[in-house]
């Protein structure tokens, strides 16, 4: 289940056109991300304190429409996929219907050493219910394609 979260966009977030300033869209989704890990019940204070971080590894995204001077907007989280070691999130940022940026964005969690750890148990379980893959060659019903 995807999660949502509404913010404003303020002065600070545009350019002298009005519209919002690409790099802000990132400022965006990451509080998003924040807010979905605080929901899922993780204190991000208290993985730091053990030395725990979580980092973007990778980030694809694409500027679809543009937000502009005191929008409402919505950046959904949903996780498409989560491995031991990193997810891959989706993540849309809406003006009503209108989608305006989407984004697939990785992240890892960084440990005491500077390096990759298994993430969070709570962050695993955020994961959809994965289809079982189909064998090569089968479609629906496990039956050969033509």
């Not at 209108?98 to 440990?111: D, S, Y």
Request: net charge positive.
């Amino acid at each position: 289940m995807a999660h949502r979260f509404t913010t404003r966009v303020y002065y600070e977030d545009v350019d002298l056109a009005g519209i919002v300033y690409y790099a802000n869209y990132l400022r965006f989704i990451e509080r998003a991300r924040s807010e979905w890990v605080r929901e899922l019940g993780l204190d991000q204070r208290a993985l730091k304190a053990e030395g725990l971080v979580f980092a973007v590894r990778r980030i694809e995204a694409d500027y679809l429409a543009p937000a502009r001077f005191d929008d409402v907007i919505e950046v959904t989280t949903a996780p498409e996929r989560v491995q031991p070691a990193r997810a891959l999130l989706l993540q849309e940022v809406r003006r009503g219907a209108e989608l305006l940026f989407a984004a697939k964005v990785t992240i890892v969690a960084i440990g005491p050493r500077e390096r990759a750890v298994r993430l969070p148990p709570a962050l695993r379980a955020a994961a959809p219910e994965q289809a079982p893959a189909e064998a090569p060659g089968e479609g629906a019903g496990g039956k050969t394609r033509a």
